[in-house]
C-alpha cells in the first residue's frame, strides 16, 4: 500500500509546514520582525489544500516563496512601499493547479491549424474542409479535433467523404484522441497506402467492403502520413511552444507534465523559461527513443526548476473511441476486435528494468483493461527484478496514463504497488456519450474509478490531456467534482458514486500532481517556504453549486509571485 508517511505529507503538506512552514514563527509570523515582501495577495477567499488550516485571508510572497499565510491584520506588516498589492476582488485562490498530462506544441499546433473541435456531423465536417481549401496556397490541408460518436451518420468519416470537397490536394485530419485519422484519396496515395499494404504492428489500415484503404487510419498506421504532413522546425517550434503555454496558463494552470516531448525540445522549452517567455512549469516526460540522453542527465533541471526532465513516456496500447485499446475481451460493437497492443513485453521489460537502476521515471499510456494489466504485470516483475536497494530511486513513482477502463481485480494493485494513476476527468465526461456502447454496461464498473481508486490506496494525478480534450482547468475539476457533461447529463449507469468531494478533486490538481514530479516539498499547498504558484478562479470552486461550477473561469495565474496571465 501507500506508505502512511506519504499519505500525511499529501494531506498535511510537506515538512509539517501548516501555515508557518519549516520557519521559526517568532520571525516569520510576527509582523513587529518582518520585511516588506515583493507582493501580497488578498481580498478574496484562499485555500491552502493545509487540512489543520485549510484557508487564509492574506498571502505574502518574497523573491518566488512563500513568506506569510495567514490573517489579513497579521499581513499588513509585510505591505511596504515597493510591494505590489494584488486585490483579488471577490476572486478565489488556490494553490497552482497542475495539467499533469498535455501536449503543450499540440496545444500550440491546435491553435494555428483545421481546428475540428465541436464538428457536429459528417457535413459539418466537409463544409469546414472546404472552407480551409478556400485557401489555395496550402499544399495539404491538416487538422484535428473530430469525434464522430455523437454524430447523427453514426460511423467515422471516409476518403470518399473528403474527396466530395477536396480530391487534388492531399486532406489528413486527425481524431480527437491523437489515434486515428482520417484522409482523403489524395493523402492515401501520397502516402503509398494500397489494398496491399499491410497493417503495421499496433496499427490498422481500416477497409471499405471491396478491400481498399477507407480512409481511417489507427495508431502505428498513421506514421506516413505524419511524414507527409511534415513536423514544425527550428523558429516554429518555440513558437507553438509559446503559444501553447500561454494558453496553458489562460485556461488556469500554472504547471504542465508536457508528454511524448522529442528530448531536444527540452533545449527550446529552457530558452524560453531563460528569457521569461515560459509562462508555466513543465514537466518533461521524453519520447522512449530519448531514453538514453534522458538516463545521461536525470533529473535535468533549467531556469531554476521552471522547466525539469526526468521521465519517459511509452504507450501500451490505443484509444477507446478508435477501439484501439486493448481489452481483456472483444469490444462490444466490434465483435471482431479487442484492441491493439503497442508494446512487446521483452523490450518493455528490459526498459523498466534499466530505468529503476538509473532512476528514470517512467510514464506508461494504458487505457484498455488488459493494456493497464499488461502494464501493472510488468511494472511488478520489474520491481521484484531490481529491489529497492538496487535502484538509482528507491521509490520510482511511475504513472499509469489514463487508466481509464480497469478490471476491477486490478484496481486495489496501483496502491498496493505504489503506481501512480495519472486520469484525465474531461475523458469521463465525454466517453459517456459513447463508452457504453464501445464495452458494454459491465465493464463500466472498472472505468474512470477515481473513488475505488483512491479508496483503495492509490494516489491519482489530475490533467487534461490537452489537446485531445479542451484543456481548460475548471472543466476537469467539473468532471471530477460531478462527473456530468457540462449540460448536467449523465444516465444511471455511469457510476455516479465515484465523483469526488471537492476537497479531494483540488488534490488532483494541486499536491498529488506534484507528488508526481517529486516537488511535493515545494508545490501543491500554499505554506510558507513553498513557490508562490496560485490559480484564481472567479467563483468559489469548493462551494458553489454544481452546476455554477460549470460556468467557473479563471482570472489570474500566477507562478513564481509573479501573475503570468490575467483576464481582461
Not at 501507500?2 to 519549516?22: E, F, K, N, Q, W
Not at 480551409?132 to 447523427?152: F, K, L, V
Not at 481485480?409 to 469521463?428: C, K, L, N, T, Y
Amino acid at each position: 500500500m501507500i506508505r502512511s508517511a506519504s499519505l500525511a505529507m499529501l494531506s498535511l503538506g510537506a515538512c509539517t509546514l501548516a501555515l508557518t512552514g519549516c520557519f521559526d514563527p517568532d520571525t516569520v509570523n510576527s509582523g513587529a520582525q518582518s520585511q516588506a515582501a515583493d507582493a501580497v495577495f488578498t481580498g478574496g477567499p484562499i485555500y491552502t489544500g493545509v487540512e489543520s488550516q485549510p484557508t487564509a485571508e492574506f498571502i505574502a510572497v518574497d523573491d518566488g516563496r512563500i513568506v506569510f499565510v495567514g490573517s489579513a491584520r497579521d499581513g499588513q506588516a509585510y505591505i511596504g512601499d515597493g510591494t505590489n498589492e494584488v486585490d483579488l476582488d471577490g476572486a478565489t485562490l488556490f494553490p497552482g493547479f497542475t495539467d499533469a498530462h498535455a501536449h503543450i506544441i499540440g496545444v500550440g499546433e491546435r491553435e494555428r491549424s483545421l481546428n475540428l473541435e465541436g464538428t457536429a456531423s459528417i457535413e459539418d465536417l466537409k463544409a469546414r474542409v472546404a472552407e480551409a481549401a478556400a485557401d489555395e496556397s496550402a499544399s495539404i490541408i491538416a487538422g484535428r479535433g473530430w469525434i464522430e460518436t455523437h454524430w447523427p451518420e453514426e460511423r467515422f468519416p471516409t476518403a470518399a467523404d473528403l474527396d466530395e470537397v477536396e480530391a487534388e490536394r492531399p486532406v489528413i485530419l486527425m481524431r480527437a484522441d491523437g489515434h486515428a485519422l482520417v484522409a482523403n484519396t489524395a493523402a492515401l496515395e501520397a502516402a503509398q497506402i494500397t489494398a496491399a499494404t499491410p497493417d503495421p504492428e499496433g496499427g490498422a489500415i481500416l477497409k471499405d467492403e471491396n478491400g481498399q484503404p477507407n480512409g481511417m487510419i489507427i495508431d502505428t498506421a498513421m506514421a506516413p502520413f505524419a511524414a507527409l504532413a511534415g513536423e514544425p522546425d527550428g523558429a516554429e517550434r518555440e513558437t507553438l511552444y509559446r503559444l501553447g503555454a500561454e494558453v496553458m496558463a489562460s485556461q488556469g494552470w500554472t504547471s504542465v507534465h508536457d508528454m511524448s516531448v522529442p528530448y531536444d525540445d527540452v533545449d527550446i522549452m529552457a530558452g524560453l523559461a531563460e528569457d521569461g517567455e515560459l509562462p508555466v512549469r513543465v514537466s518533461v516526460y521524453a519520447n522512449p527513443e530519448d531514453y538514453d540522453a534522458v538516463a545521461a542527465r536525470t533529473p535535468r533541471m533549467h531556469a531554476e526548476g521552471r522547466v525539469i526532465a526526468r521521465g519517459v513516456k511509452f504507450y501500451m496500447d490505443g484509444a477507446l473511441g478508435s477501439r484501439g485499446a486493448a481489452l481483456l475481451e472483444p469490444y462490444d460493437d466490434a465483435p471482431d476486435t479487442t484492441g491493439l497492443f503497442l508494446s512487446e513485453e521483452e523490450r518493455a521489460e528490459a526498459m523498466m528494468q534499466r530505468a529503476l537502476e538509473d532512476g528514470v521515471q517512467l510514464a506508461i499510456h494504458a487505457i484498455g483493461d488488459a493494456g493497464n494489466r499488461n502494464v501493472l504485470n510488468w511494472m511488478e516483475d520489474s520491481f521484484e527484478a531490481v529491489p529497492a536497494s538496487e535502484r538509482a530511486v528507491q521509490d520510482p513513482r511511475w504513472r499509469v496514463e489514463h487508466a481509464q477502463v480497469l478490471h476491477p481485480d486490478d484496481i486495489p494493485r496501483f496502491g498496493e504497488m505504489d503506481v501512480i494513476a495519472s486520469m484525465q476527468p474531461s475523458h469521463a465526461i465525454g466517453d459517456l456519450h459513447f463508452a457504453a456502447s464501445r464495452i458494454g454496461y459491465n465493464r463500466l464498473e472498472g472505468a474512470y474509478a477515481w473513488r475505488s481508486l483512491i479508496e483503495s490506496g492509490a494516489l491519482i494525478s489530475g490533467g487534461s490531456d490537452a489537446p485531445v480534450e479542451r484543456g481548460e482547468a475548471r472543466i476537469e475539476f467539473y468532471a471530477a467534482a460531478v462527473r456530468r457533461d457540462l449540460e448536467g447529463f449523465a444516465d444511471d449507469h455511469w457510476n455516479l458514486d465515484q465523483a469526488l468531494d471537492r476537497e479531494t478533486a483540488l488534490k488532483l490538481f494541486t499536491i498529488w500532481p506534484a507528488y508526481a514530479t517529486f516537488r511535493e516539498d515545494e508545490l501543491g499547498t500554499i505554506e510558507v517556504g513553498k513557490l508562490a504558484d496560485f490559480s484564481v478562479f472567479d467563483r468559489d470552486l469548493m462551494t458553489v453549486p454544481d452546476a455554477e461550477l460549470a460556468e467557473a473561469r479563471p482570472v489570474m495565474t500566477v507562478v513564481d509571485g509573479e501573475v503570468v496571465w490575467r483576464a481582461e
